[in-house]
């Protein structure tokens, strides 16, 4: 069952008596806790029929008692047990799981672990409750993962702003959400987000990144390429080499794929790429001035580097200093 429909039903008032939340995505993990915690029962009942457990202070047997009291004034009772992966013994709830009380919501997070499916409590969890299991977000889902949110929250994005959000934060989904939500409040009336608000609100600099980096090879403009890393150089958080060099990688073996999408029109070769139409130029422009040798050679020379950044044949020496090594030999030869 899906967070969407688990609180769909909520909202209907149809519940189980038992919600297990594992997995390694915290943020669904942790919509679907605050959900019961602030909005299955009115502020009034909640004072007498609301129960927050946190797994690494609180003891089973004091877990149990609580989920099998009888709500006060109230159809239902919520009992919630946070970080349930830090509990001694949790499997010890097995006896009230195998038979829970239909007045108690009794909603788990246990995250980023999962039950052994084999064992009896899990059959017994499933059979009894309703079970989430969330997964971590592939980076590549990100940026439309994102973009559903911001069109979700009534905004729009542009394509540059997007790239520059998703690649700051990174698989960070409820940081995500908090920026889309600070950057909401800042914009005033208007309600599409550009890359001058992801810059002034959130402090990427539109113009020295590693997307303008992958522009700048793309074109085989070693000066703008130079003066990137430079702003780099100087600013170390705007572009740590650990997460410039696995860009570009991704970048340069899309290049590599526009040789093989049997097609030169735009629109086709962002489909066979999977990327946004908007960038879809930067890799034919690169596949164009590089050719096919020029970019395989490209990628093994981020191969070397990325074996150097971390201290493979080469010691003590500096991020910048390697990336403009690496960018030099890209482009002059």
């Known amino acids: 069952m899906s967070v969407e429909k688990i609180i769909s039903d909520w909202k209907k008032g149809s519940f189980k008596p038992l919600y297990w939340l594992e997995g390694e995505e915290d943020f669904y993990i942790d919509k679907v806790v605050e959900y019961a915690e602030k909005n299955i029962l009115s502020e009034s009942e909640a004072s007498f029929n609301l129960t927050v457990f946190y797994g690494k202070d609180a003891a089973w047997a004091d877990v149990v008692t609580a989920c099998r009291r009888y709500p006060m004034f109230s159809e239902r009772q919520v009992v919630i047990l946070k970080e349930a992966q830090q509990m001694r013994d949790v499997e010890k709830l097995e ?29 017994l969890v499933k059979e009894n409750g309703v079970m989430l299991t969330t997964k971590k977000m592939y980076d590549r889902e990100l940026p439309e993962w994102t ?80 003066q990137i890393i430079s702003y780099f150089e100087a600013n170390p958080k705007a572009g740590p080499v650990q997460l410039i060099l696995p860009s570009l990688y991704s970048f340069f073996s899309k290049v590599f794929m526009v040789f093989g999408a049997g097609a030169s029109d ?19 422009q690169a596949a164009r001035l590089y050719n096919y040798p020029g970019v395989e050679r490209v990628l093994l020379l981020l191969h070397q580097y990325n074996l150097k950044s971390i201290g493979m044949g080469s010691v003590n020496t500096e991020d910048a200093s390697l990336l403009k090594e690496m960018v030099v030999k890209m482009l002059t030869k």
């Open 95 to 123: 006896p009230y799981v195998e038979n829970p009380l239909s007045s108690t919501v009794f909603v788990v997070s246990y995250k980023e672990k999962k039950l052994d499916a084999r064992k009896k409590f899990t059959k």
């Open 147 to 226: 973009q559903t949110l911001v069109h979700s929250k009534g905004l729009t994005i542009t394509p540059k702003g997007l790239a520059l959000l998703v690649d700051h934060i990174g698989n960070d989904l409820s940081r995500i959400e908090n920026e889309i939500d600070k950057l909401s409040l800042n914009l005033g009336k208007r309600t599409s987000i550009t890359e001058d608000d992801i810059e002034q609100y959130i402090g990427v600099s539109k113009d020295y990144n590693v997307f303008e980096l992958q522009a700048a090879l793309a074109a085989k403009d070693l000066p703008r390429c130079l």
């Open 266 to 284: 735009e629109k086709s070769v962002a489909a066979a790429l999977g990327v946004n139409p908007y960038f879809v130029k930067d890799y034919m």
